[in-house]
């Protein structure tokens, strides 16, 4: 219906469509007032004279909407101030070394849009006598949370869970950042004025546990009801009809929306086999996830990320595929096994841009897909989404040897619950048992000759460990750290945490940690 435009032309239009189109109005309503006015009171009107004059070249960015009611009238110019400016890096020709890009603000501002046009396609899988409070739901969430987190203004909709026999819900979650005082903002850095608004270095150096909750204290989560009566099994066919059907059910018990990152996941019941639940994921395009490794990933090298479920890294992995594809103008390829990369459908999301993206048909057959993406399609950068067996790992060490950059997550929340399963270990270069000689152990001032060691080189070059949304853990050097861990001494990391500062700009405060098995 969307990219079909001649049936809003025929006469009478048809009751869904009209439906369709007051939704997308309230929906864009709420959403497009309050940012277009901020875009368009932030314009700097002797920036605009001088590139009218032609003294200084710009490129055009959206008019006005005072100017697109005027053909005549002259284009419309925008600029911001250093403090709202966003920064984003790319490779540069002669090295790689990062570079301002003042187009990340209008492309967050375009993505929000398409973001709310797509939660409209969702809200109209469920039933009518849901989808109305779920639209508030969704445009209005500060209504519906306590009084006590009203002043967290980024709560937004996860998902919707329907159970039999349950009423249906829908989760909000928000993401606390933490905030720093005028202060720690100094010892952090005494010199902040010489330095970038969006980054700040410190020098100290913490301990940190590798089974540490960081999570725990930096999101919050609240479940709004939907409605008053329970779920029944009609309810759970009325979304598998609207999705296309249980031929759209993919083996994992997954369908999706085309053209969008929503996921829908069934729970099969145990007597006759039918659907009795569902959870309705909203998939987000987040511009800008991998801002605080966007240094790291220009390098070239082979990056693993872990993590618990929930901490955005499927949304890192998309973000870097758009900007290795758009900014360092790489052949990227995804394999998406679950959608979620690169959206439902046969057509790739316009969040990954110019990345192409294999379907995985069955999960046993993403080994390989993984390598006939190396071996037909001439692919310098991977994408996994969830390296999971041990015949995955294989394959990945054998295109980490072809020398393609590898981007991938695996089943752990740390770097040691990797090295623990025995079927991923082999990533990180594995261990075998060695026995050391007399003068062996007395050098490495150890009492028991019989040590762990890594049997070979790892597939990644650096490790990354999401302890939560806002703060990362980053393994430079993956095989020194392995090294340290089998011996069983700490391991030392750069730990990365978005913070606000008293004026309310995100930065990025560095620190040096030792991390405790």
């Known amino acids: 219906m969307r990219k079909d435009e001649r049936v809003w032309s025929r006469r009478p239009i048809r009751t869904e469509l009209l439906e369709y189109a007051a939704l997308d109005v309230k929906l864009l309503s709420g959403a497009n007032s309050e940012r277009l006015s901020l875009i368009y009171d932030r314009m700097v009107p002797e920036k605009r004279r001088r590139v009218e004059d032609g003294s200084e070249a710009r ?115 928000c993401t606390k950042v933490k905030t720093i005082t005028s202060s720690q903002q100094r010892d952090a850095n005494n010199d902040d004025e010489k330095k970038e608004a969006t980054t700040t270095t410190t020098a100290s150096m913490t301990t940190a546990s590798s089974n540490s909750d960081d999570d725990s204290q930096s999101q919050l989560v609240y479940k709004v009801q939907l409605s008053g009566q329970v779920a029944d099994r009609s309810h759970v066919g009325y979304v598998l009809k609207a999705i296309g059907g249980p ?51 220009y390098q070239g090298k082979s990056i693993l990320l872990i993590g618990k479920p929930g901490l955005g890294k499927t949304s890192v992995l998309r973000d870097i595929s758009h900007a290795l594809a758009t900014q360092a103008h790489r052949h990227v390829m995804i394999v998406d096994t679950s959608g979620e990369i690169g959206g439902w459908g046969d057509e790739p999301h316009r969040a990954v841009a110019g990345a192409r993206r294999m379907h995985v048909p069955a999960g046993e057959r993403q080994a390989n897909i993984m390598l006939e993406a190396v071996r037909n399609h001439r692919c310098e950068t991977l994408v996994i989404d969830e390296i999971g067996t041990r015949a995955e790992a294989r394959e990945a060490i054998a295109i980490a040897a072809r020398g393609v950059q590898l981007i991938a997550t695996a089943h752990g929340t740390t770097l040691g619950s990797v090295m623990d399963n025995t079927d991923l270990q082999s990533l990180l270069g594995g261990q075998m048992n060695v026995i050391l000689s007399a003068g062996e152990a007395r050098d490495q001032r150890v009492r028991n000759k019989a040590q762990a060691q890594r049997a070979k080189k790892p597939a990644f070059d650096i490790c990354i460990e999401l302890r939560s949304r806002t703060k990362w853990h980053i393994y430079t050097d993956v095989a020194a750290a392995i090294d340290r861990y089998l011996r069983k001494q700490p391991m030392a990391c750069e730990v990365r945490e978005l913070v606000i500062d008293q004026h309310g700009n995100e930065r990025i405060q560095t620190s040096s940690a030792a991390v405790k098995n």
């Open 247 to 297: 031929e759209m059910v993919d083996h994992l018990k997954r369908g999706g929306v085309d053209g969008t990152l929503h996921r829908i996941a069934f729970i099969r019941g145990k007597r006759d086999g039918v659907f009795v639940g569902l959870t309705a994921r909203v998939g987000r395009n987040i511009v800008g996830a991998f801002r605080m490794i966007e240094d790291i990933v």
């Open 59 to 173: 490129a055009t960015l959206p008019h006005s909407p005072e100017s697109a009611s005027s053909a005549n009238s002259p284009p419309q110019w925008l600029e911001f101030d250093e403090k709202h400016r966003p920064c984003t890096y790319s490779l540069d020709d002669a090295q790689h070394t990062p570079r301002r890009d003042d187009a990340l603000l209008v492309r967050r501002e375009q993505e929000d849009i398409h973001n709310v046009n797509d939660l409209a396609l969702m809200c109209n899988l469920f039933p009518d006598e849901w989808r109305s409070r779920l639209v508030d739901v969704c445009t209005n969430p500060m209504d519906y949370v306590p009084q006590h987190f009203q002043h967290l203004n980024d709560w937004h909709v996860e998902d919707v869970q329907v159970d039999v026999g349950r009423p249906p819900y829908a989760v909000l979650v």
